[in-house]
């Protein structure tokens, strides 16, 4: 009896990449994406949820699969697709038509119409997605090549439509003579196809695959099935329908087999699942009538079963190979792996599996020279993680006089890639310690820019990046190209903390010392000019960078510059330019397989939809960030910044809690961009709280950091929320002096996305003193910029600042539209987010209820007149109501007539008053509603 999981395990990340996919295919932006994995891995079962995700989301699903023996058949996937089309009612007749064509093909002269005919398919499919539609094709490895001509033509255009093509393939059949093969090549290379791996389960995820199935874990069940889902399958029902391993009874069939059947399956299970006709007669040596004799009576015992392209085989399971495999003797399996090794390089199989047959030889000097090649390949497509594992061979067969820190270099770089940041920094850690040991101190010093990067993500402070970088320098005296490229680092590094003189200094010393162009400098440098308020000459530069390291396929550089213009232009309130440029680079770097720059431009990406009103959606992708950036501190950092910020004023608990664990983190790498954010995020949190000396507290630090570097960009925020706070725990005159030291810093650096924060700040700061003339127009000047600019958060609350100027003028209908208009605002963006367990919020029931109560009070609006005094200034409000001085009143409270002017101040401020007769006034009316 078969086991299966009723629940799909271990491919949560492949399905988010699914979503994805099928949310831009429902947009217009369709495409190709590829499922490989080698058999067993779980491509149907990951296609099938695919499936059922998409018709649960609306899409027209529509599936057809390979079978073996396709290859030698025109058009018989594309044949297969027509007739499940004709199933459905709504497209039999394209389907009709698509079936028909191909048969007027196959009767005619197909190459002669090829590319007619390819034509009219593809037209009659663009029909069929003229709603989201989802085609799955499963098996791409037994596909013909008409039917691969006809994908390859229909995936450029697919990006224009409600249209994802989704298929699967078996990596580890991608024999020289697959047709899959240069198509999927060419067709990744020329970025017109996505493609994910399936990788084998963890432990973890096979002790919750195994749980899942028969309700109890297996302990060893990992080793024994390496992670395979069918294996863990086959594994189980064995365990449960025979007393011994099921390996056990793999090898006491084998024993019924002739002699010669045996050793032909012994001498197959070295290539592994599937194998070559013409490798496995190579290795034998048998003439053609015994290894024929043999694989007959191997098929009819159902040991192999034959591919439908007639070049080989298949084991019906791979737990038989690997039976068979381990009962080979060690010298007969090592001398079976070097002739099957010879025969595949001599006839031109990849060099991956070449390397691994010479490693399993124990002939580590020819697996390595095959494993190097076979890395720079899978390098140079982008695929990192192969390139990785094969890296990692290398270094097993290379010759112990060998270069290893050249191996080593490449290893870390690819595992950077991949956002394996730890074994990228051991890599780098062990070729760097190489190069010192011969001597090499070039080389040495040339390894410390892209260590120290790794370094960063891993949660280096500025201090000690740079005093690396600053150790390389004399290393690489003598050596102008490495110089320039440790004072490039030193750039970047300093403008990652926005100390920008530091940062144009070494990289004017870089570009001084390189006459070649260098694309991460140039890229370093426009962020700089950003943050200098040189938004124009930085954005024309970044964008420059992008065009000219994408035509030299220099994707890192490329990906860095994304990165860059979109996070930059993030921070300094220019959205559509974010939205725009982060977009493009998640993209790319998907396509590139760049791990790191996807996540860390998703989180900002968040951070932009937060900030322009899509609360929920940012709340899912910062989820999503955090989810999947897999060591990347920077990118957990800013994932967690918009965590908090989305539960500000709907979860206070949640917003502290992340963003506590932001400015935790933050505050180890001793950047101003990963700290500042979350300090801001907690004062405005402690004003909705009322805790106005915690809010002052924050905003002094945020503003001595970004004072130390004469910064504006993470300042801005600060401007009103510590207004408020001075406004509520000190007065106007606090107040004033704090606009004042913001206003030096970000008239100075003059960024257009910052300065109406001045005018929200004045407009608070004259309504307190009462002074509702100005504050109108200054407030109505605030409101247009943050409208403009579409800054969700202050565009909100200056709407209730200017409903409380109304109402203190005595403009209530004014006052009652602003206040409608802010809650319609607020619940646009919140409605679709929820808010805590508990259902309470800072002010408000839920997420979606309305604006914090802090913000509403004074307005005019009904029930949101908090009673904002405490006991004591309650006292003396009443009293000077009733029309006592201050000596009178520290009289009778026995209080100082100093703490009584204090008090007094305190009541103004808070109630939003100048004179003592507007407090007689909003006590009347309070007490009276």
Same mark, same amino acid.
């Given at each position: 009896m078969a086991l299966t999981s009723g629940v799909l395990i271990g491919r949560h990340d492949l399905l988010d990449l699914a979503d994805r996919r099928l949310a831009a295919a429902a947009g217009g932006e369709g495409g190709l994406l590829l499922l490989a994995g080698e058999a067993g891995i779980g491509k149907t079962r990951l296609l099938r949820e695919i499936s059922r995700r998409a018709a649960v989301a609306g899409f027209a699903v529509i599936g057809a699969a390979a079978a073996p023996g396709d290859t030698e058949v025109a058009g018989a996937l594309a044949g297969d697709l027509g007739a499940e089309l004709r199933r459905d009612p709504a497209t039999a007749a394209i389907g009709e038509r698509?079936?028909? $064509?191909?048969?007027?093909?196959?009767?005619?002269?197909?190459? $002669?119409?090829?590319?007619?005919?390819?034509?009219?398919?593809?037209?009659?499919?663009?029909?069929?997605?003229?709603?989201?539609? +989802?085609?799955?094709?499963?098996?791409?490895?037994?596909?013909?090549?008409?039917?691969?001509?006809?994908?390859?033509?229909?995936?450029?255009?697919?990006?224009?439509?409600? +249209?994802?093509?989704? *298929? %699967?393939?078996?990596?580890? #059949?991608?024999?020289?003579?697959?047709?899959?093969?240069?198509?999927?090549?060419? @067709?990744?290379?020329q970025r017109l196809a996505e493609e994910s791996r399936l990788p084998r389960l963890s432990r973890a995820d096979t002790a919750a695959l195994a #749980?899942?199935?028969?309700?109890?874990?297996?302990? /060893?069940?990992?080793?024994?099935?390496?992670?395979?889902?069918?294996?863990?399958? #086959?594994?189980?029902?064995?365990?449960?329908? =025979?007393?011994?391993?099921?390996?056990?009874?793999? +090898?006491?069939?084998?024993?019924?087999?002739?002699?010669?059947?045996?050793?032909?399956?012994?001498?197959?299970? =070295?290539?592994?699942?599937?194998?070559?006709?013409?490798?496995?007669?190579?290795?034998?040596?048998?003439?053609?009538?015994?290894?024929?004799?043999? @694989?007959?009576?191997?098929?009819?015992?159902?040991?192999?079963?034959?591919?439908?392209?007639? %070049?080989?085989?298949?084991?019906?399971?791979?737990?038989?190979?690997?039976?068979?495999?381990?009962?080979?003797?060690?010298?007969?399996?090592?001398?079976?792996?070097?002739?099957?090794?010879?025969?595949?390089?001599?006839?031109?199989?990849?060099?991956?599996?070449?390397?691994?047959?010479?490693?399993?030889?124990?002939?580590?000097?020819?697996?390595?020279?095959?494993?190097?090649?076979?890395?720079?390949?899978?390098?140079?497509?982008?695929?990192?993680?192969?390139?990785a594992g094969l890296y990692r061979r290398a270094l097993r067969t290379m010759d112990p006089a060998g270069d290893r820190a050249t191996v080593l270099t490449a290893l870390a770089g690819e595992l950077a890639a991949i956002d394996d940041n730890a074994a990228a920094d051991r890599a780098y850690a062990e070729a760097s310690r190489l190069r010192l040991a011969d001597?090499?101190?070039?080389?040495?010093?040339?390894?410390?820019?892209?260590?120290?990067?790794?370094?960063?993500?891993?949660? /280096?402070?500025?201090?000690?990046? %740079?005093?690396?970088?600053?150790?390389?320098?004399?290393?690489?005296?003598?050596?102008s190209g490495v110089l320039a490229r440790l004072h490039a680092a030193l750039a970047a590094a300093y403008m990652l903390d926005r100390r920008l003189t530091e940062a144009l200094e070494h990289g004017e010393r870089a570009r001084a010392l390189s006459s070649a162009a260098d694309h991460d400098l140039d890229a370093t440098v426009g962020s700089v000019l950003l943050f200098l308020g040189r938004l124009d000459e930085g954005c024309a530069l970044l964008e420059s960078v992008i065009t000219r390291a994408v035509a030299a396929d220099r994707e890192r550089s490329a990906a860095r510059a994304y990165r860059m213009l979109g996070s930059s232009t993030s921070v300094l309130v220019e959205y559509p330019r974010a939205q725009r440029w982060l977009a493009e680079g998640i993209a790319y770097a998907e396509r590139a397989e760049l791990v790191n720059d996807r996540h860390y431009m998703a989180a900002h990406l968040a951070h932009v939809r937060w900030a322009t009103g899509d609360v929920a959606g940012a709340r899912a992708q910062a989820q999503a960030a955090l989810a999947d950036g897999r060591g990347g501190i920077t990118t957990r950092i800013t994932a967690l910044h918009v965590l908090g910020y989305t539960a500000l004023g709907a979860d206070p608990p949640a917003a502290r809690a992340a963003?506590?664990?932001?400015?935790e983190l933050g505050g180890s790498m001793r950047e101003l961009q990963r700290v500042s954010p979350a300090w801001w995020g907690l004062a405005e949190l402690a004003v909705l709280d009322g805790d106005h000396h915690a809010a002052i507290t924050r905003c002094e630090a945020g503003y001595a950091a970004s004072a130390a570097v004469r910064d504006a960009s993470y300042l801005f925020p600060y401007v009103v929320t510590g207004t408020r706070a001075y406004l509520a725990g000190s007065g106007?005159?606090?107040?004033?002096?704090?606009?004042?030291?913001?206003?030096?810093?970000? =008239?100075?650096?003059?960024?257009? *996305? %910052?300065?109406?924060?001045?005018?929200?700040? $004045?407009?608070?700061?004259?309504?307190?003193?009462?002074?509702? *003339?100005?504050?109108?127009?200054?407030?109505?000047?605030?409101?247009?910029?943050?409208? *403009?600019?579409?800054?969700?958060? #202050?565009?909100?609350?200056?709407?209730?600042?200017?409903?409380?100027?109304?109402?203190?003028?005595?403009?209530?209908?004014?006052?009652?539209?602003? =206040?409608?208009?802010?809650?319609?605002?607020?619940?646009?963006?919140l409605g679709g987010a929820s808010g805590s367990a508990s259902g309470t919020a800072s002010g408000s029931a839920s997420g979606s209820a309305g604006p914090p109560a802090v913000w509403l009070a004074g307005t005019g609006s009904a029930g949101a007149q908090p009673r904002v005094l405490t006991a004591r200034e309650l006292e003396v409000a009443r009293l000077v109501a009733a029309g006592r001085t201050d000596r009178e009143i520290a009289g009778q409270l026995v209080i100082s007539p100093r703490t009584v002017a204090a008090h007094v101040e305190h009541i103004r401020t808070k109630l939003g008053v100048a004179r003592r007769t507007q407090i007689a006034g909003w006590l009347a009316s309070d007490l009276s509603s």
């Open positions: 698509m079936t028909g $064509r191909l048969r007027e093909s196959a009767d005619g002269d197909p190459d $002669r119409y090829r590319r007619l005919l390819v034509a009219d398919l593809v037209e009659m499919l663009e029909q069929v997605a003229a709603r989201p539609t +989802l085609i799955t094709l499963e098996d791409l490895h037994w596909a013909d090549d008409l039917t691969l001509d006809l994908l390859a033509r229909l995936a450029p255009r697919a990006r224009k439509l409600p +249209l994802l093509l989704a *298929g %699967t393939y078996r990596s580890d #059949e991608l024999y020289p003579r697959v047709p899959l093969r240069s198509w999927r090549a060419r @067709l990744l290379t #749980e899942a199935i028969s309700g109890r874990t297996h302990a /060893d069940l990992f080793d024994r099935s390496d992670g395979i889902p069918l294996h863990v399958e #086959e594994f189980l029902a064995a365990a449960a329908g =025979v007393p011994d391993t099921l390996a056990d009874a793999v +090898l006491f069939r084998a024993e019924q087999l002739s002699p010669d059947a045996r050793g032909l399956a012994g001498a197959a299970s =070295v290539l592994g699942r599937s194998f070559d006709l013409d490798l496995i007669v190579a290795i034998t040596g048998d003439p053609p009538e015994t290894i024929d004799a043999a @694989l007959r009576e191997l098929g009819d015992r159902f040991f192999v079963q034959p591919r439908g392209d007639g %070049t080989g085989y298949d084991f019906r399971h791979a737990l038989i190979r690997d039976a068979l495999y381990a009962d080979l003797p060690p010298l007969r399996r090592r001398d079976l792996h070097g002739r099957a090794a010879e025969a595949a390089r001599a006839a031109g199989f990849a060099a991956a599996f070449v390397s691994d047959q010479f490693e399993r030889a124990q002939r580590p000097g020819e697996a390595f020279p095959s494993a190097m090649a076979a890395a720079e390949e899978a390098a140079a497509l982008s695929a990192h993680q192969e390139a001597g090499d101190r070039l080389a040495a010093a040339a390894l410390l820019p892209e260590w120290v990067a790794v370094r960063h993500l891993l949660g /280096d402070g500025l201090d000690r990046r %740079t005093a690396v970088l600053r150790a390389g320098l004399p290393l690489a005296a003598g050596d963003l506590t664990e932001a400015a106007p005159t606090q107040a004033r002096e704090w606009l004042a030291r913001v206003t030096e810093l970000l =008239v100075e650096r003059g960024i257009p *996305g %910052t300065l109406g924060a001045l005018d929200h700040a $004045r407009g608070l700061i004259s309504l307190a003193e009462g002074q509702t *003339g100005k504050a109108r127009l200054a407030l109505d000047a605030a409101a247009g910029f943050w409208a *403009g600019r579409r800054r969700f958060w #202050e565009g909100t609350a200056v709407l209730l600042d200017q409903a409380r100027c109304a109402h203190r003028s005595r403009r209530p209908g004014e006052a009652a539209a602003l =206040v409608t208009a802010a809650r319609a605002a607020w619940g646009a963006a």
